[in-house]
């Protein structure tokens, strides 16, 4: 246990700085949230309240956490077939899952700038009112919310070693989670067979989470069970990585680009 810790934290550090020396990566973390945020708030500024405000910010820093989170999953592992080293990941001995598991994290760690830089640009342009309903659920309930996104996404980027299209996938993938986690419109306005897909996502349970202390709630039992279905994200994830794992083996199909 304590040398696939210690795989995961070596895994963690090393695609953090890589994140962060990408120019082009750097440039997209900085500039999505800004425009997501500017998108929502010229959207309802006019008729929702202070409290819908405060929500919208902070959803729309969600979406750009998700969005930095799977696509940092995505193109750590295609930049990892392009320069030839998945194979000797996939041959090392530390499990791959430990070396996933550090990305996705990394990746979700990197995310955070995208709540605080939409909180901030609200604050300063938009005159938001950054008033929690409960500060200290708020702070417990958005790193919880990262670790199931994190883990959610280690789940979908174990695809990505099996289907080499990252691109296609990170848009697969993006904005279906934005409207079955209710960060669009409530779950109440989408078709009766959405709701209990999204009972099965974790990040949904967060965000639910985030939303009541915010506006005022009681987030203790969403945290519980986001922390529940993380667990369930993470034990289905290191299955179908071991069988997308198998399969590409099989058809010698990692080193293709």
């Known amino acids: 246990m304590s040398h696939t810790l210690a ?9 953090l700085k890589a994140t962060l020396k990408s120019s082009a990566t750097v440039m997209y973390m900085v500039l999505v949230p800004i425009v997501y945020a500017t998108i929502a708030f010229f959207m309802y500024r006019g008729g929702a309240n202070e409290v819908a405000v405060v929500w919208i910010a902070v959803a729309a820093g969600i979406m750009g956490l998700w969005s930095t989170t799977l696509a940092g999953s995505g193109m750590a592992l295609q930049r990892e077939r392009w320069a030839g080293t998945l194979e000797l990941l996939f041959a090392s001995p530390p499990p791959f899952a430990a070396v996933l ?90 078709p009766g067979w959405v709701q209990p897909i999204a009972w099965l996502i974790g990040p949904t349970w967060g965000i639910k989470a985030i939303h009541a202390a915010t506006t005022g709630g009681s987030p203790g039992g969403y945290l519980a069970a986001a922390g529940v279905l993380a667990l369930a994200s993470f034990a289905l994830g290191l299955v179908c990585l071991r069988y997308f794992e198998t399969l590409a083996r099989r058809r010698a199909s990692l080193s293709l680009t």
């Open 7 to 15: 795989v995961v934290r070596s895994s963690f550090r090393f695609h």
């Open 101 to 190: 598991l550090g990305v996705a994290l990394a990746t979700s760690a990197t995310g955070l700038y995208s709540l605080v830089a939409t909180l901030f640009w609200g604050w300063a342009f938009f005159h938001v009112p950054l008033h929690l309903a409960h500060p200290v659920w708020f702070a417990i309930a958005v790193p919880a919310t990262v670790l199931a996104l994190g883990l959610f996404g280690m789940l979908l980027a174990a695809t990505f070693i099996l289907y080499r299209q990252t691109f296609a996938l990170v848009n697969l993938f993006e904005y279906p989670v934005w409207l079955i986690t209710g960060l669009l419109v409530p779950l109440s306005l989408l």
